[in-house]
């Protein structure tokens, strides 16, 4: 089975730097994925990480070690639209289906 | 432009009814899915389905079934057996095969058993 855990909820300021964790316990990871989801809206697709180090798009960063079971997603010079859920998934590769499994989503308020 | 069409957007239901909620992609995806979102918790995998008449149950099946007749169509029919069914429901496509398989996410059903 998997376990998969990110905080519930972080407060920036806007033009900061937030950084959300994600740490998961898997049979057999075959790669991690970061969705972003503004309130009562569809999931859309933010990263995917399958090897070990650091992937960057424009403003987003997102970090795995996988003999951490670890991950983050950066985000950096924030701006008031990133307020969020932020969603980490995670893929079994002993799992049929392309089958993810999410952790509960961490919140993210910009403030002013 | 392509994309998955979910409706209604919001449901309403009377406790021993069943509902069913539409989910239809022109991406041309073999695989489809069906998630259901909780306040506070993460996405469960209801059903999935990736070839054309054939699907699989997902973490929380009971209470719920569906059909894939067609590619661009998954519909899924929330029964009276299930026991807490307010929740949102999110439909997704993804190609099959390895490599990243990225989620396309439906704007979602929100359904409220009154």
């Known amino acids: 089975g998997q376990n998969i855990d990110q905080p519930t909820e972080m407060t920036a300021t806007e033009g900061a730097i937030v950084q959300i964790n994600c740490t998961y316990q898997?049979?057999?990871?075959?790669?991690l994925f970061w969705y972003q989801q503004h309130a009562g809206e569809a999931p859309t697709f933010l990263s995917y990480?399958?090897?070990?180090g650091l992937e960057e798009k424009g403003r987003f960063s997102s970090f795995l070690s996988r003999s951490k079971g670890y991950s983050y997603l950066l985000l950096k010079e924030l701006q008031m639209k990133d307020s969020a859920s932020y969603l980490c998934?995670?893929?079994?590769?002993?799992?049929?289906?392309?089958?993810?499994?999410f952790g509960g989503g961490t919140r993210v308020l910009v403030k002013p | 432009d392509g994309g998955i069409t979910q409706s209604p957007k919001y449901l309403f239901r009377k406790e021993g009814q069943n509902v069913t909620l539409s989910c239809e992609q022109n991406?041309?995806?073999?695989?489809m899915y069906w998630y259901r979102q909780d306040p506070g918790q993460g996405l469960r995998l209801i059903y999935y389905?990736?070839?054309?008449?054939?699907?699989q149950k997902g973490d929380i099946a009971e209470g719920y079934s569906v059909s894939r007749e067609k590619k661009e169509s998954f519909p899924l029919t929330v029964t009276s057996a299930q026991k807490n069914p307010t929740a949102f429901y999110l439909c997704?496509?993804?190609?099959?095969?390895?490599?990243?398989?990225?989620?396309?996410f439906g704007a979602g059903s929100r359904l409220t058993v009154l």
């Open positions: 990480n399958v090897l070990d």
């Open positions: 998934a995670v893929r079994d590769a002993q799992a049929a289906g392309n089958k993810l499994t």
């Open positions: 997704a496509s993804s190609i099959r095969g390895s490599g990243a398989n990225v989620l396309t």
């Open positions: 389905s990736q070839i054309v008449n054939d699907f």
């Open positions: 991406l041309n995806h073999d695989a």
């Open positions: 898997t049979s057999g990871f075959n790669g």
